[in-house]
Each structure stands twice: as structure tokens, then as C-alpha cells.
């Protein structure tokens, strides 16, 4: 049996395990020294749709001014649409810095299912994590591998008297598809027949 005959059945199934899944640059979703202040109200956070690709926001949390921590600082809250057929597989820090004071552990990430919080207490949240870390994937430490299709809110605060600058990265790819899945199968289980 010739190579060729060999990897033909192995080319056709990684073909087709690849239809439907285009790689899309994805888009800054928001930027506060652009599109203004993330809001600050738990019950009606931004509402954002991502595609297929990376996204990124970014904005400032802390003595900023403006209101909506619990501690009566800057809080940022946002609540990612995730359509159907697709999943966030990593929301990373691009960027953290501290404009003034010192952010001691880190900043605050609150996550819930859905497209707001009930309150701002720790019964109203799914997870949370700090963060800081430049590169750091934060969905393992939200106790999560992926984020699939729905509604999804986030609420970042900072946790001491300082100004931080932060940009997250979330990277949006397409679910595995059932079907093409079992179509790969059906091939590999097809050309392991015709090798026998």
C-alpha cells in the first residue's frame, strides 16, 4: 500500500474537521479612552456581542471618580453575548498598571451566568478571581474551561485606594461540531478498514 493511500483518509478527515471554523480577526470591544466610562450599575451592565477571533477591553477601576464599586470607587461591568456556535476559550490580562497607589494583590474579576447581577455581595456571583498577571488565562482560576453561547457578566473592581489600567483579551472560537465530529470518526473508522 502506497503512502498516498495511507494519508488520503487522514487528509480528507482533518478537511473536513476544519470546514466551519474560519479564523477571524476579532475587534476591540470597548475602550474607555474612546467609547467613555464602562458602566457602573450592577443591574445594566454594557452589553457586548463577540465573533469568531480575539477581542479586547480595556478601561481604568479604582479612585477614578466615578462610582459603582463597593467601596464606593470605580467599578467596570460588562456583559458578553456569546451567539450560537461559538465559546470563549480564555479571557487573559493584556495589560495592568497602577497609575497611583498600590493594588496589593490584584484587582477584583466577578463573573455570573446571565446579563447582570442581583447585588454586589459574593451570593451574587458564579466566581471570581484577582488579577494582575499579564498573560494569565483567567476562565481556570473562574473555575470554567470555556464559556459557551449566552449571556455571560463580568464585574471588575479594585480592591485598594489606587487607580488601575487594565485590558483583558478574550479569544472566541467555534464550538466542535457534533456532527462533524462523528463525520471525522466515520472517516477514521472507514479508512482503518480499507488498510486491513
Avoid at 457602573?40 to 479612585?63: K, M, N, Y
Avoid at 451566568?113 to 447585588?119: E, I, K, L, R, V
Avoid at 449571556?151 to 489600567?165: R, S
Wanted: with cysteine; hydrophobic share 40%; aromatic share 8%.
Amino acid at each position: 500500500m502506497t503512502l498516498r493511500l495511507l494519508l488520503a483518509p487522514a487528509a480528507l478527515a482533518l478537511s473536513l474537521c476544519m470546514i466551519g471554523s474560519p479564523s477571524v480577526k476579532g475587534a476591540i470591544l470597548w475602550n474607555e479612552g474612546e467609547d467613555g466610562d464602562l458602566p457602573g450599575d450592577f443591574h445594566s451592565p454594557q452589553a457586548l456581542v463577540v465573533t469568531p477571533g480575539e477581542h479586547t477591553f480595556s478601561g481604568s477601576i479604582g479612585d477614578t471618580g466615578d462610582t459603582g464599586a463597593t467601596d464606593g470607587g470605580d467599578a467596570d461591568y460588562l456583559s458578553l453575548m456569546v451567539p450560537d456556535g461559538l465559546e470563549i476559550v480564555s479571557i487573559s490580562v493584556q495589560t495592568y498598571s497602577f497609575v497611583d497607589g498600590n493594588p496589593g494583590g490584584g484587582s477584583f474579576l466577578g463573573y455570573r451566568s446571565g446579563s447582570d447581577f442581583a447585588g454586589q455581595g459574593f451570593d451574587d456571583i458564579d466566581a471570581w478571581t484577582l488579577f494582575f498577571e499579564v498573560g494569565l488565562n483567567l476562565l481556570p482560576d473562574l473555575g470554567r474551561d470555556s464559556l459557551a453561547a449566552g449571556q455571560h457578566a463580568f464585574w471588575l473592581q479594585e480592591t485598594n485606594p489606587t487607580v488601575v489600567d487594565y485590558s483583558l483579551s478574550i479569544q472566541v472560537v467555534p464550538e466542535p461540531a457534533v456532527g462533524g465530529l462523528v463525520g471525522c470518526g466515520a472517516l477514521l473508522i472507514v479508512g482503518g478498514r480499507r488498510r486491513r
